[in-house]
């Protein structure tokens, strides 16, 4: 019985101790947050983060800082965030491959990525693109296909690392077109573009993001698209699956996480304003119009995102022997 007074006090102060989280989660942010990119400026990622980093700054009355920490695919930028305080005030711009890939292929990673992270909300779903230089004469995917298997071995393409959405996309490619092409990486998807377009590689499936800008331009020709239907921003541009290999669907994404032990409230209260800022519809014009495909979830949304590509990325790793070691 003298147990009963000690249960009802720690039920008492059970809802006190959650009171500093809900109160930080109300009253941030009190200084600038600084968005941590694990790439090079210029891709994917980077060009995801400034546009939301923009609309945060005016909806929290807060600088939001881009910082790129490129290196060891991501894993440098993305250990930097782990081992930040759990405040809010240091989040991750992880993509699939940061969170999804990079754990089948490498044999040491710094932190643990399934517990390392709290996921906030995806930000977009980005479609890859087979893109060459217009040196190449293929015109189609089937075309360079042929034209890779004329030529074994010598046609080159960029990636923004190894193991990375773009390698794998490579990768399945070659499998399925029964091609080798020799790979070239890179510490992230903008510089793989820019030597794309000096001709010092002859293709390479960045995501529409950073490529599409330069095909509607006419410095980069697009044969197919690698997701499973085409892309609003290039709808006269085919599938890889329609056009060539039956099938044949592998996508990037970018999301927003925090190290772990955030506390619950206040990755809610940047879920939600991350949602409000996606859902914007300048933000959703201006990420359309670059080739993404905007999604905000929630952040139990997310993880599923992440825990499902994982499984499927780490079968794939393992039936073709890939490695990054």
Do not use: C
Request: aromatic share 6%; no cysteine.
């Amino acid at each position: 019985m003298k147990r009963l007074p000690i249960l009802f006090a720690a039920s008492l102060l059970a809802p006190l101790a959650a009171l500093p989280s809900l109160t930080h989660a109300q009253t941030f942010p009190a200084r600038p947050v600084t968005l941590v990119v694990p790439f090079a400026p210029g891709g994917g990622s980077d060009t995801g983060a400034r546009i939301v980093a923009q609309k945060l700054t005016q909806r929290w009355g807060q600088t939001v800082l881009v910082e790129n920490k490129p290196g060891a695919a991501g894993m440098i930028g993305a250990d930097y965030v782990a081992r930040a305080n759990p405040d809010g005030y240091t989040l991750l711009i992880g993509n699939i491959g940061t969170q999804s890939i990079n754990q089948s292929l490498y044999k040491k990673i710094s932190y643990n990525a399934e517990t390392a992270f709290a996921p906030i909300s995806l930000i977009a779903e980005l479609p890859l693109v087979l893109a060459v230089n217009p040196s190449v004469p293929a015109k189609t995917a089937r075309e360079l296909g042929a034209l890779a298997k004329s030529k074994p071995g010598d046609l080159a393409y960029s990636t923004s690392g190894a193991g990375s959405a773009m390698h794998l996309a490579a990768e399945l490619f070659q499998d399925g077109a029964g091609v080798k092409m020799l790979h070239v990486p890179y510490k992230g998807g903008g510089p793989a573009v820019q030597d794309l377009l000096a001709g010092q590689v002859s293709l390479s499936f960045p995501t529409l993001l950073e490529a599409s800008s330069h095909i509607k331009s006419g410095k980069l020709r697009a044969l197919a698209v690698t997701g499973s239907k085409r892309s609003p921003a290039l709808p006269d541009v085919p599938t890889v699956a329609e056009s060539y290999l039956p099938g044949f669907n592998s996508i990037s994404w970018i999301g927003v996480l925090a190290p772990a032990r955030t506390p619950p409230p206040l990755i809610d209260r940047i879920s939600r304003d991350i949602a409000d800022v996606v859902n914007m519809p300048e933000v959703r014009e201006k990420l359309i119009g670059l080739g993404a495909t905007p999604m905000a979830t929630t952040p139990a949304e997310f993880q599923k995102i992440i825990d499902d590509d994982r499984s499927r990325y780490a079968k794939l790793i393992r039936e073709k022997s890939i490695s990054a070691d």
